[in-house]
Structures are given as C-alpha cells and as structure tokens.
C-alpha cells in the first residue's frame, strides 16, 4: 500500500476530525492530491483537491467553508482538516495522488489508499 489515510472516527455534529494521508514509496510532491468520500449506497464523490505545492486547492460544494486541504512536502503527507461535521459527511474518506501535478483540474488519479471510516453523529 502506498497511501494510508489515518485520522478518522466518532464525532458529534459539529465537532471536528484531521485526517492524514502518508505516502510510502511514493513522492507526494510529484503528484496532484485529493480526498474522496464514499457512503454507503452512493457513489464516490471528490471532496478536495490540492496541486502539488499548495498553490491550487478546490473543494465539493458541501464542504467549502468547513473542510481544508493542505500538504507537507517535506513529511510526504496530505491532511485534510475537517470542522463543523454534519451526519450527512459520515463516509469512508480516501486519499489519492494523481497528475499532472500542477492543476487540481482534469486530473487523473493512479494512486489510492486505503481510507479511514468517518462517522458523525447527530
């Protein structure tokens, strides 16, 4: 496995989770990088997105204002902040690592974690 998303668990509506992405064997700063969610019965949706230095980010309009994208080149590692959680983010959230790496538009996703089960309680 190359990507391992970490972080996630039970919460309260409202409260907040930090989820991480590292990277084995892989360089991350090569790559453009995004979060996904998928809950169950519904089909995988991006959540953000961040190119390869930070300079580009975007996100899902269900969570502007509330989740934040960023990176760490220098530890190999994507987060994504996540704040004022409703039920309706409950999914398991999966990182992925794609190009080009300049863009967080068009990209094309070759790499995938494992993800992390988020669940918010009402």
């Known amino acids: 496995v190359q990507l391992q998303a970490s972080g996630g668990g039970l919460v309260q509506a409202g409260g907040s989770l930090s989820l991480s992405c590292a990277a084995s064997?892989?360089?991350?700063?090569?790559?453009?990088m995004a979060w996904f969610r998928q809950a169950p019965g519904k089909e995988r949706e991006l959540v953000a997105a961040?190119?390869?230095?930070?300079?580009?980010?975007t996100y899902a309009d269900s969570v502007k204002g509330r989740f934040t994208i960023s990176r760490y080149n220098a530890k190999n590692t994507v987060y994504l902040q996540m704040n004022s959680l409703k039920p309706e983010d409950t999914a398991v959230y999966s990182c992925?690592?794609?190009?080009?790496?300049?863009?967080?538009?068009?990209?094309?996703?070759?790499?995938w974690g494992k993800g992390t089960q988020v669940t918010v309680s009402s």
């Open positions: 992925a690592a794609g190009t080009p790496k300049s863009t967080v538009w068009g990209t094309r996703y070759h790499y």
């Open positions: 064997t892989l360089t991350l700063s090569n790559y453009a």
């Open positions: 961040i190119n390869w230095n930070g300079g580009s980010a």
